[in-house]
């Protein structure tokens, strides 16, 4: 029997009046051109609040820090590979109102959209059970 590995990852909502910020997924990564709040894979003995800001922070330069905990979801991969991918997702406050920077390896565009903007983009099937 084939044992299944797991993966977690960590998002942020973070919502400036009515709305949430998305990024565009670059050129070249993984789901390329599609939309996601900005998170990503936990590092090993990190915990996933602490993910979501140290990833918050690598994508965007803005600085967060998790107020509570809004949704997490599980799917197998969607590559067929032998592993379970586990997401949470967290609402945070911004430390200030900063501007965007973003990371041009990871992210190529981002905007501010209420959730009925943000349901007519590509996303992800786990963003878009989440909206």
Do not use: K, M
């Given at each position: 029997m084939t044992e299944i590995a797991h993966k977690h990852l960590a998002y942020c909502w973070i919502a400036r009046d009515d709305r949430v910020l998305f990024l565009r997924r670059g050129a070249g990564v993984f789901l390329a051109g599609r939309w996601e709040l900005p998170g990503g894979t936990a590092e090993p003995g990190e915990s996933f609040e602490t993910t979501a800001v140290r990833e918050v922070a690598e994508e965007t330069g803005l600085t967060v820090r998790v107020t509570g905990e809004r949704a997490r979801d599980s799917w197998p991969d969607i590559a067929?590979?032998?592993?379970r991918i586990h997401a949470y997702v967290y609402t945070v406050d911004e430390d200030g109102t900063g501007e965007v920077v973003l990371?041009?390896?990871?992210?190529?565009?981002?905007?501010?959209?209420?959730?009925?903007?943000?349901r007519e983009l590509p996303l992800p099937d786990h963003f878009r059970r989440l909206l």
């Open positions: 067929g590979r032998a592993l990371n041009p390896a990871e992210h190529d565009d981002f905007a501010w959209l209420t959730r009925a903007q943000a």
